[in-house]
């Protein structure tokens, strides 16, 4: 519930701040929830004027209802349901996403620089680059673009999706997310893999890497154990940058054999064997602090050596037991290139890759990420961008407390905000209909004049 004094004060004072968003009130006509007619979000303004420069007058008020729209709750979203919830047509709203121009790198600049412009948004000395990708399923989708029959990460299985490579940076107190770029198979092009213009997702995390490399200052990456590939940690250890991942159990370790005293190709099914009746004297316990505050043990045993074929020099650090209850392997074998990090350094920034999981989760569970129906890839990309643009809403109102005096309950999770967002949408309008009465009778199209003298009595 609002705090209406709260609410009138933050009004009151921030009706100051200079908002030159207009917005269209088209076809409301049987409409079945509260409108947004001229709302006037001061905070919510001021945070999309930013991106004013990126569209023509005419794009940038459609852009507002969009982004207005993605803070509606929805029990499957598409551009249909968006169009409705804020009462505009929808043909507008397709327009907006399959025929107008967009500056999607101007977009994509624009989002970071706010980002970047506050302390309190802005990745810190000890942030980590992650990258990861996440499949969005399209079981029944046979005519959208680049959505194959592949792995599906959510899934962990097989099916029909479109899959996006993401980066974020994530440190111990924040995690925001950089880009996301989608991937398309390799029959999605007439050469296939040998196509110039086909890219696989190590290429798309290269050029992610490269990016965020010529721009931020981070201390390193993380990723799992898909990305960890020859020519990926090559490509890093190269630009002079630690990594921090995790092989799989049917990698080849270059290392020295204690039984045959030589140096040989080792599984790491038969490492652990050999830790355990050769180097269990040199096992160690790491204790580390968990989410919660409590702490977890980890029995470790660590060595330098490489992966054959990779010319990379590694810090090897085995993990002998299961992160949680939950985890269906029994050791994890990580692996980074700076070799004089700690075996706590290692696990902590390896750990620090689920951040990118948190974001994917929240932009899905929050933003309807993964619910679109608008077919050709770049209109996708375009729906995705606006996912990013809304989350990035909230971050910066969470990380800088702007609703705590106007909220009686202060929001915690990135769904609470939202809701908040919501109320303070539904509020506005709900205002600017009361003040407008030509405005209030062609929304609701009450005759009786009796009536409304009863209601207002």
């Not at 004094?5 to 409409?31: D, E, H, P, R």
């Not at 440190?171 to 007439?190: C, M, N, Q, R």
């Not at 086909?198 to 010529?214: C, G, R």
């Not at 180097?279 to 054959?308: C, I, P, Q």
């Amino acid at each position: 519930m609002l705090c209406d004094k709260y609410l009138l004060l933050i009004l009151l004072v921030t009706s100051g701040i200079n908002c030159t968003c207009k917005f269209f009130t088209q076809s409301i006509t049987g409409a079945k929830d509260l409108s947004i007619f001229r709302t006037n979000i001061p905070l919510l303004n001021k945070f999309l004027e930013h991106f004013a420069s990126c569209f023509t007058k005419k794009q940038f008020a459609m852009f507002l209802l969009v982004v207005y729209a993605m803070f509606k709750d929805y029990k499957r979203n598409s551009l249909e349901a968006m169009a409705q919830a804020v009462h505009t047509d929808y043909q507008k709203f397709q327009c907006f996403f399959s025929e107008s121009k967009w500056d999607l790198p101007a977009l994509k600049q624009k989002r970071m620089d706010i980002i970047q412009k506050q302390r309190t948004t802005a990745l810190t000395k000890d942030s980590i680059l992650t990258i990861d990708d996440t499949g969005c399923p399209k079981p029944y989708a046979k005519n959208t673009e680049a959505a194959k029959w592949q792995y599906c990460g959510p899934l962990k299985r097989p099916e029909t999706c479109n899959v996006v490579v993401g980066a974020a940076f994530v440190s111990k107190t924040k995690h925001f997310p950089l880009d996301v770029i989608p991937y398309l198979p390799a029959d999605e092009f007439g050469e296939g893999k040998n196509d110039p213009k086909f890219k696989d997702k190590i290429q798309i995390a290269m050029d992610m890497f490269d990016a965020a490399s010529n721009v931020f200052d981070f201390s390193a990456i993380a990723f799992d154990t898909w990305y960890a590939s020859q020519r990926f940690l090559e490509h890093i250890h190269a630009k002079k940058k630690h990594f921090f991942s995790e092989i799989k159990s049917n990698r080849n370790i270059s290392m020295y054999h204690p039984e045959k005293q030589k140096y040989c190709i080792i599984k790491p099914d038969e490492l652990v064997t050999l830790i355990k009746k050769h180097y269990a004297d040199k096992t160690k316990y790491v204790t580390l602090k968990s989410a919660d505050g409590s702490e977890v043990s980890y029995k470790t045993y660590t060595f330098d050596a490489k992966l054959n074929g990779c010319n990379v020099p590694l810090k090897f650090v085995v993990i002998l037991g299961k992160w949680n209850k939950e985890d269906d392997k029994k050791y994890h074998v990580l692996i980074t290139n700076q070799l004089d990090a700690s075996v706590k350094t290692v696990i902590t920034n390896y750990l620090l890759r689920w951040g990118i999981e948190h974001c994917f989760k929240e932009l899905k569970d929050t933003f309807y990420f993964d619910h679109y129906q608008v077919r050709h890839i770049d209109k996708i990309e375009r729906y995705w961008n606006i996912c990013l643009i809304s989350w990035t809403f909230v971050y910066w109102i969470k990380q800088n407390a702007y609703l705590d005096k106007i909220m009686e309950t202060k929001p915690s999770t990135f769904n609470e905000f939202k809701k908040a967002i919501n109320s303070l949408l539904e509020f506005s309008s709900t205002n600017a209909l009361s003040k407008n009465e030509k405005l209030s009778q062609e929304y609701f199209k009450i005759k009786s004049a009796r009536f409304k003298k009863k209601i207002a009595a």
